[in-house]
């Protein structure tokens, strides 16, 4: 198993200097998630070859690597003006991964949960188009399905999954999502079998206790989803049975932590959720 830290908390740390605060924190992989300078949440990416060569450099000589990269771009949104500029986003990301010597990318699902059916169709139109460059460049894509994406629940994500039917395209199970995801932790994991090549930790509490009234959102209907990023154990995630369902199925895979809820302490959340995972494993 591959513990990488997803840096989103440290993205005022210059790029180049990045690799080596991550090994000082601890860690030997990185989920590269977006940042300005580099891979911009649904804009085009910003790094040059000699910015690529240049990270690529500084990771080796901090020893740590990219387990993967993850872009964020509208790819199955209603628009498709919009649809059509994010696949070309993502080729360029592809070829930043490949440049970057990174097999490896995952994403979201997106889209809108209003019009699922729409979305899916333009899911499967940048699919046509971007499926053949991940079969040719050896990429694993590795999907999850986000609050508020066209598919949230967990079974339906991992089934539109296997319906992709590609060696290279994998499931991604979100810890701090599981409440979104329809709560059966487990179930999800276990239907996933060897497809769950990835999984996301961080804490969150469920939005759905009290009868609905933990979170009071106004006005009353509101579409929000909430949730958290929060430390190993700030939560209700069942952190036994996770642990547990990946060894039951024998995970080996990347396993990223990706809290965002402390940037006042960054440093010491990425050492202190390190040190909670390794008492788990």
């Known amino acids: 198993m591959k513990i990488a830290l997803d840096p989103y908390m440290l993205r005022k740390v210059p790029l180049l200097d990045l690799p080596r605060t991550v090994a000082d924190l601890g860690y030997q992989y990185i989920e590269l998630s977006p940042r300005d300078d580099f891979l911009p949440f649904f804009l085009h990416p910003r790094a040059d070859n000699a910015t690529v060569a240049a ?38 990301a592809i070829e930043i991964t490949v440049d970057l010597g990174v097999t490896v990318m ?26 053949p460059i991940f079969e040719r460049e050896g990429v694993r894509l590795v ?10 629940d967990g079974i339906a994500g991992v089934n539109l999954v296997r319906g992709i039917n590609s060696d290279l395209v994998t499931f991604l199970y979100c810890a701090p999502h599981t409440f979104h995801q329809g709560g059966n932790l487990a179930e999800i994991m276990r239907h996933a079998g060897p497809l769950l090549t990835q999984v996301h930790m961080a804490d969150s509490f ?11 959102v106004n006005p009353p209907g509101s579409t929000a989803r909430v949730h958290q990023h929060l430390d190993i154990g700030q939560g209700e995630v069942n952190w036994d049975l996770f642990f547990g ?8 895979g990347i396993a ?7 940037e006042e302490r960054a440093a010491d959340s990425a050492r202190v959720n390190l040190t909670k995972i390794n008492s788990y494993l």
């Not at 369902?245 to 080996?252: M, N, P, R, S, V």
């Open 55 to 92: 990270f690529r450099k500084a990771l080796a000589e901090a020893e740590v690597e990219v387990a993967s990269v993850l872009p964020l771009y509208r790819w199955s949104g209603p628009d498709e003006d919009e649809r059509q500029a994010a696949v070309r986003y993502w080729k360029r």
């Open 106 to 131: 995952n994403s979201e699902f997106n889209g809108r949960p209003a019009l699922a059916a729409e979305s899916e169709a333009q899911f499967w139109r940048s699919m046509e188009e971007l499926l």
């Open 143 to 152: 999907l999850e399905p986000h609050p508020d994406d066209f598919i949230e």
């Open 256 to 262: 990223t932590v990706c809290v965002f809820a402390w």
């Open 245 to 252: 369902t990946l060894k039951e199925i024998g995970f080996d």
């Open 206 to 216: 469920d939005f759905r206790g009290s009868s609905g009234l933990r979170y009071i």
